[in-house]
């Protein structure tokens, strides 16, 4: 039987056995709508306040400034429409940098088709966004900055204190909003220290269950609701909870956040001897900065196309990407490493490898003796 090694967890990440058996308790005991005023309704509503101080707590938050939302792209939306809408009359400029994922990137393309000025800050060959030129746009018309705290692809990681720093300097009115999918349970995050004026985060980048996620929003800043409805979420976010998937959500995080230092410490052993083994094959180049984040890593294999990659590392029984799940069906090259100025032949090479907990040296031995058979294989045959 061919060994299953899987190395896509940016994309998703297999739940936690007891986030499973929570999920599956929780469909049980707590199926009554928490909106309901009788003691099945009381009883989920009280556990959903308990799973939200959970969360509020991993942040540094307070337990009223999160709200459940179905995943990142809904808490993303919310979070730049509905400050948009709340700020439009102070200014009509937005901004964002060139590497979002598409949950934050569409929403730009949104404003500007409904007259916003929307600017995209360039990065550098490392993926991390040019303060200089951010430094240069901001101004008393900003309304919006958003930008993600650990890049989907590259894990290249943003600035957050000097990003900070430069909008309490030249736009104090600004909204800062992080897209914390990718960071949350892998960067500590602290929004009251940060700064950070809204977050969002998914819980099944953390082990948790799809379709469920959280947006903190501080008390300190306007927000306009976006989905309408029966007032849930304080109005923020209409709609009947998820309670199954939040409480699978709220283990998940307890279990990422015990864990934190051990899995850290993990994941730099397990990609320092990914990168020591992939170097040794001619050709690799790695596009992942020094200092991204532990669990990502992104190479390249100049002379082959990372699509006959995949499916030569699937068909041995290992799971990785070519970039964003969420616009691997998209022929394009990817934006992130156009962005950061790789030529073609790099970004068609290009594959994702992301670890999780579950990953061990082993996992990490035998995909790198896969790689080495295989790519020096697949050069002959391209050329």
Do not use: W
Not at 74 to 102: C, L, M
Not at 140 to 169: A, C, Q, Y
Not at 289 to 302: A, D, G, H, R, T
């Amino acid at each position: 039987m061919t060994k299953e090694v899987y190395m896509d967890n940016s994309a998703t990440t297999r739940p936690y056995d007891q986030v499973v058996r929570v999920v599956a308790e929780a469909m049980t005991e707590y199926y009554a709508n928490p909106s309901s005023l009788h003691r099945l309704g009381k009883k989920a509503e009280d556990r959903i306040e308990e799973a939200r101080k959970t969360i509020a707590q991993s942040i540094g938050a307070k337990t009223d400034e999160i709200y459940f939302t179905s995943g990142g792209t809904e808490g993303d939306n919310i979070g730049i429409f509905g400050s948009v809408i709340a700020n439009r009359r102070r200014g009509n400029k937005v901004i964002t940098t060139s590497i979002e994922h598409p949950a934050v990137s569409e929403c730009f393309k949104q404003l500007e088709k409904e007259g916003f000025n929307v600017v995209y800050i360039p990065v550098d060959e490392k993926g991390v966004a040019d303060l200089n030129a951010l430094e240069k746009e901001l101004d008393e018309n900003t309304i919006l900055f958003s930008g993600m705290l650990v890049n989907n692809e590259v894990g290249s990681i943003l600035p957050v204190d000097k990003v900070r720093e430069l909008i309490d300097k030249k736009a104090p009115g600004c909204v800062f909003m992080a897209d914390g999918v990718q960071a949350y349970g892998k960067i500590n995050i602290d929004v009251k220290r940060q700064g950070i004026d809204i977050l969002s985060v998914a819980s099944h980048k953390i082990h948790g269950p799809n379709g469920v996620g959280a947006i903190y929003v501080s008390k300190d800043i306007k927000i306009k609701p976006t989905v309408f409805g029966g007032g849930q979420e304080l109005g923020i976010r209409s709609g009947t909870e998820n309670v199954a998937g939040i409480l699978g959500f709220e283990e998940a995080v307890k279990k990422t956040f015990a864990d934190f230092d051990i899995v850290k410490e993990k994941m730099i052993l397990l990609k320092g001897k990914l990168i020591e083994g992939i170097s040794k094959i001619e050709g690799a180049v790695v596009n992942s900065p020094e200092n991204s984040v532990e669990n990502i890593l992104n190479v390249s294999f100049v002379g082959v196309k990372s699509e006959v990659l995949l499916h030569v590392l699937e068909s041995k029984g290992i799971y990785v990407s070519s970039g964003s799940a969420c616009s691997s069906h998209k022929k394009t090259a990817s934006h992130v490493l156009t962005s950061m100025g790789l030529d073609g032949k790099r970004s068609d090479s290009a594959i994702r490898i992301s670890l999780s907990a579950f990953n061990d040296e082993e996992d990490i031995e035998y995909v790198v003796s896969v790689l080495q058979k295989e790519v020096p294989i697949l050069k002959k045959i391209m050329r």
